[in-house]
């Protein structure tokens, strides 16, 4: 019996349909939590041995538990490496190999065990699987390409085109930020005495009565939510992070809550994700992910996520915002709470917000179920304000120039934006613009 949704009928087609007509190596390319799994369990039927890879043991379970046993060996990219790290050892005599997360075979190592691989399987089939298939962070190398080739890409869906197609349901996106007050710190000394000055006290009168993260907890997370997970980025950071966590969750009303950690070094982390899986209680459940957990881990019911951990890595981005979107109709919407602000770090507004950029209102949020980015109003407020201080700054930083270079006290025929500014400055204290002044002759009055 088939265990396909009908939106993975087209690319188990298109499978089977390369292979008939003689293309030995294709990919496909489609977002977590949409099916990838199930297609190569369609696919393995039709061969009669059967090597799965996959970069870590706990995914190759998760494949084993959707694809079976039968004629089929899993094994990890560092134990095929490991295996041919020695001349004498060889894997011979499948019909189909199936890599997933093919796209961490550009590693070195694992890269090269894989070749001898293929070369060990000549007449081998190969279905790769992937989420992310551009090796962000190793100069842009596109994977597909390098291992199958473009014309091999036989189908392919985009993590937006899987919403617009409500084949995962679109998250709610709430961007916060975990250093807001010590931001605004930093704004109010670089604004004091500006005409900035007042937005932003009335920013940071706003923040103080909106509760902080613990408002944007108690707004956006839902009171029946069971299950969430939250990255963190260093063992050495948990200890505060679950503090503020909890103490956040307990002032936006969460009182009881277990909390898994799944720590990648701890020996034991397969038990601990099994038992967050397991646990059936009405309680929020928390899976605390320590550089794990980005790829290839679908947690069972995982409602939502929050980002401790900031990443310049767009795949690791997109894994993570997969942890909580499945393709199930009956599912509720999944919310990501962004606390590092990632989606606009380095150029994140990459198709994942494809004509989805501006926020929208809560009474345009009712009528439209799909996908929302919704940004704090506060936030949007600072960063406007950032960056109009950023724009004051560059003025003042040409007009400065202008100053040094003109050799004399400025006058109104010099241009009245020069001409105001460096008044303007002297008249604040810059000493920086008086030293100038003073050098052209200038005498401060009394």
């Known amino acids: 019996m088939s265990k396909l949704e009908k939106w993975n009928e087209k690319p188990y087609s298109d499978v089977i349909e390369a292979f008939n007509n003689g293309k030995k190596r294709v990919c496909i390319i489609r977002p977590t939590g ?60 499948y019909d189909l190999i199936i890599t997933d997360e093919f796209h961490r075979l550009g590693a070195k190592q694992w890269g090269k065990a894989y070749a001898n691989l293929l070369i060990d399987n000549p007449k081998a089939y190969v279905l790769g699987l992937t989420a992310t298939e551009t090796r962000y962070l190793d100069d842009n190398r596109d994977m597909a390409r390098e291992l199958f080739g473009l014309d091999r890409i036989v189908n392919k869906l985009t993590l937006s085109e899987a919403w617009e197609q409500h084949i995962l349901k679109a998250p709610t996106y709430v961007i916060g930020s975990l250093d807001f007050d010590k931001e605004l710190e930093e704004l109010e000394k670089l604004t004091k005495e500006t005409i900035l000055e007042h937005d932003l006290s009335d920013i940071k009168v706003d923040w103080s009565r909106s509760g902080g993260i613990s408002g944007i907890f ?172 950023e724009e004051i700054l560059s003025i003042y930083s040409i007009n400065l120039e202008k100053f040094k270079k003109l050799g ?16 303007y400055h002297i008249k604040k204290g810059n000493q920086e613009v008086i030293k100038i002044a003073e050098s052209y002759g200038y005498v401060p009055r009394k």
Not at 69 to 74: A, M, W
Not at 239 to 257: C, P, Q
Not at 287 to 311: D, K, P, Q
Not at 349 to 356: E, K, N, Q
Request: proline share 3%; charged share 30%.
């Open 34 to 93: 949409s099916g990838k799994s199930y297609i190569a369990y369609e696919v393995a039927k039709n061969f009669h041995k059967v090597l799965v890879l996959a970069p870590n043991n706990y995914i190759l379970q998760q494949n084993e538990e959707i694809i079976g046993s039968n004629g089929i060996e899993y094994i990890s990219y560092p134990l095929l490496n490991s295996i041919y790290k020695s001349p004498e050892n060889h894997l011979k005599g």
């Open 408 to 423: 004399r006290m400025v006058t109104p025929k010099d241009g009245k934006s020069l001409y105001k500014l460096v008044l």
């Open 218 to 389: 108690k707004k956006y997370l839902r009171p029946d939510l069971k299950r969430l997970i939250v990255f963190n980025d260093r063992v050495k950071n948990y200890s505060k992070m679950k503090e503020d966590l909890t103490r956040w969750l307990h002032e936006a009303g969460f009182m009881n809550f277990s909390i898994y950690e799944a720590d990648v070094s701890v020996k034991d982390v397969d038990s601990v994700i099994r038992a967050f899986n397991k646990d059936k209680s009405d309680n929020l459940k928390i899976l605390v992910s320590v550089n794990m957990l980005n790829e290839g881990i679908h947690a069972e019911g995982c409602e939502g996520v929050i980002m401790f951990r900031s990443t310049c890595s767009k795949n690791i981005f997109q894994q993570q915002i997969g942890r909580c979107m499945c393709a199930n109709p009956e599912s509720k919407k999944p919310i990501v709470i962004d606390l590092v602000d990632n989606l606009y770090r380095e150029d994140y507004i990459w198709d994942f917000t494809s004509g989805l950029q501006q926020p929208i209102s809560e009474e345009e949020n009712d009528k439209n179920d799909d996908y929302v980015l919704e940004i704090d109003d506060l936030l949007i407020r600072y960063k406007n304000l950032l960056e109009r201080y």
